[in-house]
């Protein structure tokens, strides 16, 4: 199990832009084969911030949707990033909470 978790940064201004501008990537990934959990959300605290957070089946899947491209040429591009803190995690057993 691979997870990807943390936050992203844009100007407080520009968050909502940016979860509108990639808000497809959820929906593609949430279809594509490996993928248990995709999501980008504002984060309630900071308004700067975007949590990330994926899970899927293996490396192989993750990259696949990686490299599949994206139907994001109709959407205008996102803003840019102020910073990212984002980070791959293996996971080697799941248990019940």
Request: overall charge negative; some cysteine; proline content about 8%.
């Amino acid at each position: 199990m691979i997870i990807i978790a943390g936050h992203l940064r844009v100007a407080a201004s520009e968050r909502e832009r940016y979860l509108a501008a990639t808000a497809n990537a959820a929906v593609q990934a949430r279809q594509a084969p490996g993928c248990h959990d995709f999501v980008q959300s504002a984060d309630p605290i900071d308004p700067e911030r975007i949590n990330i957070f994926e899970r899927w089946d293996t490396d192989d899947a993750l990259m696949a949707f990686r490299n599949s491209g994206s139907d994001e040429s109709e959407q205008p591009p996102p803003p840019d990033l102020l910073g990212a803190d984002v980070a791959k995690y293996r996971i080697s057993a799941v248990e019940s909470p």
